[in-house]
Each structure stands twice: as structure tokens, then as C-alpha cells.
């Protein structure tokens, strides 16, 4: 580790990452979304293997602690933290969406027609 300075220098390279922090950031969520001990969000297998999934069927790969609510990206509990992996989860989240409306939408008609 290398002290703070307010010399700067130029060097050539050809690319660059910065990396701005490993925080979750999950303080704001409410508790009942399943985290981790290091703040980040479970889904999927994760709930099920934290006992954290109370359903019948199995989550989403995306799916929260609470049904129909995905979470993406780098809040997500995964060794992966990419800018190209969240965008792809977050794509891949809306087809979650759609496919919980339609098998709510499924569940909730056959009740409707009873009433």
C-alpha cells in the first residue's frame, strides 16, 4: 500500500480498470430480503441452501427472499462482480418478471372464475 500524495505521473497503457469498491450497499432494502452476512442480496439456490425460501417450488436464479422481487448485478451474492454480468442479469431479470406475472396471472384465474 503506497501513501497519498499529490505528485502525478503519465504512463502508458493500453486499458484500465478502476475498481471503486466491494460494498453491497443494502442498508436501504428491507428485511425481508434475505442477505448475506456481508450485506448482499441471496438469490436462487443461495435462499434455498440458506433456508431463506418458503415456496414450494424452487426461486429463480435472480429471485429474492421475496417472491416476484429480482435483484442484479453486483448486490447480488456471486464471486462474479462484472459491469457485463450485471448488464446480463438485468436482462435476464425481466424475463423472471414476465414468467412470475404469467404464472400468477395462471394461478389467480382459475380462483377468479370461482367467485
Known sequence: MTAVTTQSSI???????VFIGADAETAWLPPEIALDGR?????????????RWQLERD???LE??????FACGDVRFSPVKRVAAAVGEGSMAI????????EADAVARPVASRL
Open 39 to 51: 450485506g448482499y442480496v441471496l438469490t436462487g439456490d443461495d435462499l434455498s441452501a440458506a433456508g
Open 64 to 69: 429474492t427472499s421475496v417472491p416476484g422481487i
Open 95 to 102: 424475463a423472471f418478471v414476465h414468467q412470475y406475472l404469467r
Open 59 to 61: 426461486p429463480y436464479l
Open 11 to 17: 504512463s502508458k497503457r493500453s486499458g484500465l480498470f
